[in-house]
């Protein structure tokens, strides 16, 4: 079976409103804008505040996209958010973004893959779009870590940050695929690295159980050595097979986890800075939407010349990885 070459045809985001900044964090917890900005590059980060949640800041990313690529909603074929922190177990994000954006022919459903959830909703895309499955997909990358921090842990709360993304794909009209490669990678066995504990209570009748707090558990130091350890090969890997190399790429765009962490990928990997995308400073760490934030910001404010060959590198709880390279055509923001 012929396979359809896939374009990725819109990209959006939308962060809510609330700035905090790391002055404010520290009359929260014992530390210092110095120190949050050395240890991670970050300056502020956006929280949802009132009645905000991962899917409001996802209807809002979705109604962009509609908005400024003029599409139909009916017309979208699927929706799949990637999402670590819903705001309801179920129903899923995606079912509840499809009724407000009133995609009512769509299929919708959530996936986990924390900070590569871009990355592993665009490789579902692309392989029900190659084989003609389905048409229009819309991908809604959107986390609100705020809700599941412990704020009074120095060490987690300073780097997460809340925020939407918004990507459609669709067949290719030209022939050209847009996703040159793709490829992803889950350790299970690291898992602990960073968690999410839903204990719940068990039955009155049965025995027992430990019920935890609903916090993110983050080994900083372990993430940030796992990534060095495994991105530079993981990359490599990824550009031998779509026979590339580094001086083809003209944009390396990672998640934002960390500055240290982009830059030392960045120097290993041979990318000078004007390559490499980088906006932490003001969003923080947000998750699934960091690395669609990035490029429509990156577009919008001129960092990013279309059109581009880029490589997008997500990584996080799971442990996942992914990365791919991409086209970033003209017209898509
Ligand atoms: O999104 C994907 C998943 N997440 C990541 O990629 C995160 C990767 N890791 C990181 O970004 C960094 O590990 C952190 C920014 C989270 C932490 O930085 P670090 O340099 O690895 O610090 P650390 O956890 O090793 O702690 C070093 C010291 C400790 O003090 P002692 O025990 O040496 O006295 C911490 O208590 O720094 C202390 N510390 C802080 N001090 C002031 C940790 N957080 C803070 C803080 N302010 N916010």
Known sequence: MQSIPVMISGISYSVPKTIVTNDEIATLVDTSDEWIKTRTGIEERRVVSGGETSVTIGIEAAQKLI??????????????????????????????????????????????????????????????????????????????????????????????????????????????DDIIQIDLTTIGKLGDYISLEITGKNCPLAERNEEKPLYIHMEGREVYKFVMTIMPEKIGETLKRAKLKESDIDYFIPHQ????????????????????????????????????????????????????TALLTGFGAGMTCGNAIVKLREGIV
């Open 257 to 308: 986890a960390n500055l240290r962490i982009i830059d030392a990928l960045s120097e290993r990997l041979g990318f000078t800075k004007e390559k490499v995308i980088v906006n932490i400073q003001k969003y923080g760490n947000t998750s699934a939407a960091s690395i669609a934030i990035a490029i429509t910001e990156g577009i919008q404010n001129g960092k990013i010349k279309l059109p581009c």
């Open 67 to 176: 908005k400024n690529r003029n599409i139909n909603p009916k017309e979208i074929d699927l929706i799949i958010s990637a999402t670590s922190i819903p705001s309801k177990a179920y129903p899923a994000v995606a079912c509840e973004i499809q009724a407000a954006i009133e995609a009512d022919n769509a299929v919708a459903f959530d996936i986990t893959a924390a900070c590569s959830g871009l990355i592993y909703a665009m490789s579902i895309a692309k392989a029900y779009i190659s084989s003609g499955t389905y048409k229009k997909v819309l991908l809604i990358m959107t986390d609100a870590n705020s809700k599941f921090v412990d704020w009074t842990d120095r060490r987690v709360c300073c780097i997460f940050g809340d925020g939407a993304g918004a990507m459609l794909l669709e067949p290719s009209k030209d022939g050209e």
